[in-house]
């Protein structure tokens, strides 16, 4: 009797398949980043809106996760409250990285 191997090998193989992050400059501009911020990160709509070009990422990043899970509230995050449900921890993780290699 033979053993067909094929589909289980495969099943294997991609449930232990690595997940890739996705890419910073993509989600900036999916998840609608530039819209407020800039195409290129340095030339916001509104003179208070932060330049987020060369920013560092963990600071980036924890202000992402602070005004998305409230404990930053202020003037200036109610229009990023808005738009924080559109991310998840890995995406504001990779936006936070692309981010902090702009010059």
Not at 6 to 27: E, H, K, N, R, W
């Amino acid at each position: 009797m033979k053993l067909n191997v094929t589909l289980p090998l495969a099943l294997a193989l991609a449930i232990s398949a690595p997940v890739f992050a996705a890419d910073g400059a993509t989600l900036y501009k999916e998840k609608t980043c530039f819209t407020c911020h800039g195409k290129d990160a340095k030339t916001p709509i509104m003179p208070n809106y932060p330049k987020l070009a060369g920013q560092n990422a963990e600071y980036a990043l924890q202000q992402m996760k602070d005004i998305k899970s409230g404990a930053r509230n202020n003037g200036q995050t109610a229009a990023m409250k808005a738009v924080m449900h559109l991310v998840n921890d890995d995406d504001m993780k990779a936006i936070a990285e692309y981010l902090s290699k702009l010059k």
